[in-house]
């Protein structure tokens, strides 16, 4: 049978947001309702975790669930940083940040603690939040952490004491509980170096600025 005609309906976009500083999605919200673009959802990752709960403290998620938008916490063990592995090699947290990370696995395993169990039942158990989206790397990871979430298998009362201590541990750390900025400084002085050789380049001089300037 043919389709059943309708009248075309207006073309209404609406989009998503994500990003690590929690300042860029609070102003493209702002940007969206000047360009009458509806955002649907938001997507905040790194910044609802053992050490940094900022996507709440700054008050980020209620001002952007106040505008109607879906919040999802993304990556909850910090790309790595709350895990016995460790974070890779390019992760751009400072490297105190990183010990402190490395000395709390260190100290969940000498006690039989699964340290990234217990930073997922930390978002999980932040009802605030009604999406907390991570990642795994085999079958065995995804059904523990459906266990976790779904309560087939809560914290017993030993780890929920562990988690007491990680989250005193890792939750004052203030500044160094982030790496917002980082990148975009690291960036800035790449630029600054390529620049300056740039300009004794063109005056003629040596080429050995960005060197020195390391």
């Known amino acids: 049978m043919p389709c059943a005609q309708t009248a075309p309906q207006p073309f ?5 947001i994500t990003g690590y500083p929690l ?4 102003e493209l919200t702002t940007l969206a309702e000047e360009a009458r673009i509806p955002l649907v ?11 940094d709960q900022a996507l709440v403290t700054s008050g980020t998620l209620q001002e952007l669930q106040a505008k109607g938008l879906g919040i999802i916490n993304a990556s909850p063990l910090s790309m790595g940083l709350l895990t ?3 974070p890779p090699e390019w992760h751009v947290a400072s490297a105190t940040l990183k010990a402190l990370c490395r000395e709390s ?7 039989n603690f699964d340290f990234s169990r217990l930073a997922m039942a930390f978002c999980f158990e932040y009802t605030g939040i009604p999406t907390t989206m991570g990642s795994a790397a085999d079958r065995a990871t995804l059904q523990a952490n459906l266990d976790l979430v779904t309560g087939a298998k809560p914290l017993m009362a030993e ?3 562990a988690l007491e201590t990680m989250k005193e541990y890792l939750g004052s750390l203030g500044d160094l509980s982030s790496w917002e900025g980082a990148e975009v400084n690291k960036y800035w002085v790449k630029m600054g170096k390529l620049l300056v050789d740039d300009q004794y380049k ?8 960005a060197a020195a300037m390391k």
């Open 202 to 209: 063109r005056l003629g001089g040596p080429t050995k600025a």
């Open 12 to 16: 209404c976009p609406s989009a998503g």
């Open 105 to 111: 696995a260190e100290w969940c395993a000498a006690r």
């Open 41 to 51: 959802s938001a997507i905040s990752y790194c910044r609802y975790t053992l050490h």
């Open 84 to 86: 016995h592995r460790g």
């Open 159 to 161: 780890e929920r004491k």
């Open 23 to 26: 300042k860029v999605l609070r």
